[in-house]
């Protein structure tokens, strides 16, 4: 087949977002990525980042670093600094852009902290305890080991969503659980106190919401989880990169089709070409009937090789321009803050803090 750098078609999303009537104001989308990697891998890039820079036509988006995220489990501090920059530098060369979106780093925008610890005083202990991703993190050195902020996360990001009132935050299904939480926070506050919060709806992403492990094809492909040659990094070599995917695991009866039971290996494989190339898994089928594994792997190594050498060479180029990558950050907190801000003053007033310098109401 004949390698393609032809944008996808956007995938397929549920529930989608009405469309929005010309002249009305567009609705607000806020979703964050964690800077806990040099690079991002495919799977962060097809499930989330690529889907931004589609959202940003017909949304009014604020997309965040969230660094404050990142330091729930051990971080070397040098990294992160250097990963922020990095994450910035990458939305940037995804093609989110910041005359349309608003890009900023959480912790430039204090209410978010400030937020999570009024939602603190009305989570259930119970609640937060229930949260997959904490028994998930906690399970390799126990609860002892986990930090509170660990404990706390699912709270944290609540506060980032309800911040901003957004109408959809674009999720993954792992986060539908947090977004879960963060509605019956928002409808616990709204009741107990005042309408303050609008109760976000989910926005999946279903078509490419998982990429599996070159290695381990039933398991989701993950910086965490995933060796080092099971995981396709958007900024390796191109060469390692291509490597990699000649490697991937298949299976040995050499038929080319979809299915995920029985060929989760060649399936996988498949799901990278459809979302990459643009083709549907069953034309796909048909063009390579009859043909080998060879064949499909060297056609899906030379396709993710197009596809990624721009972006890694412009985020390159964006890393030499850090003045402007702090522009950028300082431009969407700035945008950000004013937003963030009036919420958490609602937010005081209706607690019962009183505001400084002035009279309480």
Avoid at 113 to 130: D, K, M, P, S, Y
Avoid at 243 to 263: F, L, M, Q
């Amino acid at each position: 087949m004949s390698a393609t750098t032809a944008h996808p078609p956007a995938p397929e999303t549920a529930p989608g977002p009405p469309a929005t009537a010309e002249g009305a104001a567009r609705p607000r989308v806020l979703s964050g990525i964690q800077p806990t990697s040099d690079s991002y891998h495919l799977g962060n890039y097809l499930g989330a980042v690529r889907n931004w820079q589609i959202l940003q036509a017909d949304y009014q988006p604020f997309f965040f670093i969230a660094d404050q995220h990142a330091i729930t489990v051990d971080w070397d501090p040098k990294l992160l600094r250097e990963r922020t920059l990095r994450s910035v530098a990458q939305l940037l060369a995804a093609g989110v852009d910041p005359e349309k979106s608003a890009i900023f780093v959480q912790s430039h925008v204090p209410a978010h902290a400030q937020l999570a610890w009024v939602l603190n005083g009305i989570t259930g202990f119970g609640e937060a305890r229930r949260m997959t991703q904490f028994k998930d993190k906690s399970a390799k050195e126990g609860e002892g080991a986990a930090s509170v902020g660990l404990f706390t996360y699912p709270v944290l990001m609540a506060a980032d969503i309800l911040l901003y009132r957004p109408h959809y935050v674009p999720v993954g299904e792992d986060q539908r659980q947090h977004l879960e939480l963060t509605r019956d926070l928002a409808q616990r506050f709204n009741h107990r106190f005042k309408k303050t919060f609008r109760v976000p709806e989910p926005y999946i992403l279903r078509a490419t919401s998982k990429i599996y492990d070159l290695q381990e094809p039933t398991r989701k492909m993950s910086k965490s989880s995933s060796s080092p040659s099971g995981i396709i990094e958007m900024l390796d070599d191109p060469k390692v990169t291509a490597k990699k995917i000649r490697s991937a695991v298949t299976d040995s009866d050499g038929e080319i089709r979809y299915d995920p039971d029985e060929k989760p290996g060649v399936s996988n494989l498949l799901s990278l070409l459809s979302a990459l190339g643009g083709e549907s898994i069953a034309d796909l089928e048909e063009q390579y009937a009859g043909k080998g594994y060879g064949q499909l792997k060297g056609d899906l190594a030379e396709v993710v090789t197009n596809y990624v050498t721009p972006y890694r060479d412009r985020t390159l180029e964006l890393l030499d321009d850090q003045t402007y990558l702090l522009q950028v950050m300082a431009e969407g907190a700035g945008q950000a803050g004013p937003i963030a801000e009036a919420t958490l003053r609602d937010v005081y007033q209706r607690i019962g803090f009183v505001a400084p310098g002035t009279p309480a109401r």
